[in-house]
């Protein structure tokens, strides 16, 4: 409420903070533990809160006084064998809209979704819902797998290091990228993210309207009625309802 962060309490909330972090194993919040962790550590800033703080803090609050039924503080370990690393990619395109593809290795089958979209918006921004959106879809089910980890692959430049740091210094933006994080914390998500080229985008065809490409032998899935990322109904939950 003062607007002001002073170095020694950065250090101890980040010290906290990066105890629980490390009690998860790092399923929640490590991109809004950096800017605490940054203020903590710089001899020379100065007290006042600047914009990646304050939404880190205020996701934070966010998060320890969420409802009971979603915050989770301890987490399941499985058998490394149990079922391996799943992979998803998201795209987004001016030709039609959003997309995104789940590989389910171990079950030989990919899903996927396709969002029509009206009118012209940023492309930087839609790649950010497309990938907030896949989390929102193919979240729950990856959790009913017991899944240890996930690879997320996105084609952007732009909205990659948007969606590793959760900052994107924009208002139409960073809505999206907090709720994102909220609902993979809920879930006690263990999930990267890394580049892909265009090319190699599985979720380039959903983008476009299409079904994506399906390696032989594997069953494909579109998921039904998928809609576009709402604030007040995303990122407060683990995901969307069940739809398998």
Known sequence: SSNVLYRPEAEELGGRLSWSCAALFGRCGRAYLAPILRRGNNREAQPYLNRHLRIALQWWLDLFTASPLFLRRSIRVHAPSRVPMVVSYSDASDDYGLGAVLCAVHLRCLYFFRVPIDGNEPIDRLEVEAAAVADAVFGPLVASWEVAAELAFIDSNVALPWVTSGLAQRDDVDP???GFWTQMAFRAAFKWFER??????????????LAPLVPCGWRCVE????QRWQQGRDGLRPGRPRWW
Do not use: H
Request: net charge neutral.
């Open 196 to 209: 892909v080229s265009s090319f190699s985008n599985l979720a380039d065809a959903p983008s476009r309207g």
């Open 176 to 178: 999206i990228l907090a």
């Open 223 to 226: 998921v039904p009625g998928v």
